[in-house]
């Protein structure tokens, strides 16, 4: 039974594999809204004094982390990648990874 699962997930090529696209993209979107909202949030309590500018800054934050990982979700989603870096190499070596096993 499990040996069918590993066939029938090796025959399916990393172009197409959309759980591992999904995978990629609610990690990127994790992890980016999640750093970019420390980074406001440490900015803000450097830079501003009233609750609203600093709430106002790590909403910013926030709203630059989400962006991000949509347009690197988008990319990823279309094939191709905008920098050298983008985690559609980590998709396919993931998935390279299981067809090694």
């Known amino acids: 039974m499990a040996e069918e ?4 997930r090796r025959e399916i090529p990393t172009k197409y594999d959309l759980d591992a696209k999904w995978d990629a993209c609610l990690d990127l979107t994790i ?13 803000a309590l450097l830079l501003f ?3 609203t500018s600093r709430w106002a800054t790590v ?6 982390g989400i962006g991000r990982a949509y347009s690197e979700c988008s990319a990823i989603f279309a094939g191709s990648s905008s920098n050298g870096s983008s985690p559609i190499s980590a998709v396919h070596s993931v998935a390279s990874q299981e067809e090694g096993d």
Do not use: D, I, Q, Y
């Not at 699962?5 to 029938?8: C, G, N, P, T, Y």
């Open 31 to 43: 992890r980016r809204s999640f750093h970019s909202t420390l980074a406001g949030a440490g900015a």
């Open 5 to 8: 699962k590993h066939r029938s």
């Open 59 to 64: 909403a910013f934050g926030a709203g630059v």
């Open 49 to 51: 004094r009233t609750p």
